[in-house]
């Protein structure tokens, strides 16, 4: 590594690769080639490993541009890291990003949710999403002890996976396969 002005840290290392950010070159760039590159002899890297991967990488790099996919898939990974009741409000708060998504003319305001748009392009219903509904509602009301927190924390996963699912599907509508 270089000492002084000219010094960056070592960002990534990828079959003996070293990614460097910052660095702008003037002449030539050099590098390795791991064995297993030499003369065309892999074109895919690990199998199915590198497809999940490249999956990811095409799902962040199509969803990061739109603010409420971006949002939906963040709030997803934090209802699934979130050990408490918390979570049902992260899940729920996906699936409404996902539904801002497909609405065709929310209001400023959005005094009137826009279910539909959502429902029709993903093939869900109200009614699936209901336990996950009820769960978020309590939580946003503070109702600590309502029967629908309570079925939902029973069924923990069960309902989480709505959310999830809701958000598969999204990705394959617009094109990502997951």
């Known amino acids: 590594m270089a000492t002084g002005a000219t010094r960056c840290a070592w960002r990534a290392e990828l079959h003996s690769w070293r990614e460097v950010r910052g660095v702008e070159a003037r002449a030539n760039v050099v590098g390795t080639i791991h064995e297993r590159y030499e003369a065309g002899a892999l074109t895919e890297l690990d199998g199915p490993r590198a497809r999940d ?4 990488a095409n799902a962040a790099w199509r ?7 971006r949002l939906a898939f963040k709030d997803l990974g934090f209802s699934l890291h979130d050990r408490g009741d918390d979570a049902f409000l992260y ?8 539904r801002r ?9 959005e005094t009137t ?4 748009p959502l429902h029709a ?7 699936q ?11 946003r009301h503070g109702d600590t002890k309502s029967a629908a927190l309570a079925a939902a924390r029973v069924n923990r996963d069960a309902t989480l996976v709505l959310a999830e699912e ?4 999204l990705a394959q509508h617009e094109g990502v396969s997951w």
């Open 166 to 169: 809701v958000l598969r599907r």
């Open 129 to 139: 999403l209901q336990p996950l509904t009820d769960a978020a509602t309590s939580i």
């Open 63 to 69: 969803f990061v541009r739109e603010p409420t996919l």
């Open 91 to 98: 899940a729920y708060r996906a699936v409404e990003n996902a």
């Open 53 to 56: 991967f490249t999956t990811a």
């Open 101 to 109: 998504f497909h609405a065709a003319e929310v209001s400023a305001t």
């Open 113 to 116: 949710p826009v279910w539909p």
């Open 121 to 127: 392009a993903l093939g869900t219903s109200e009614g």
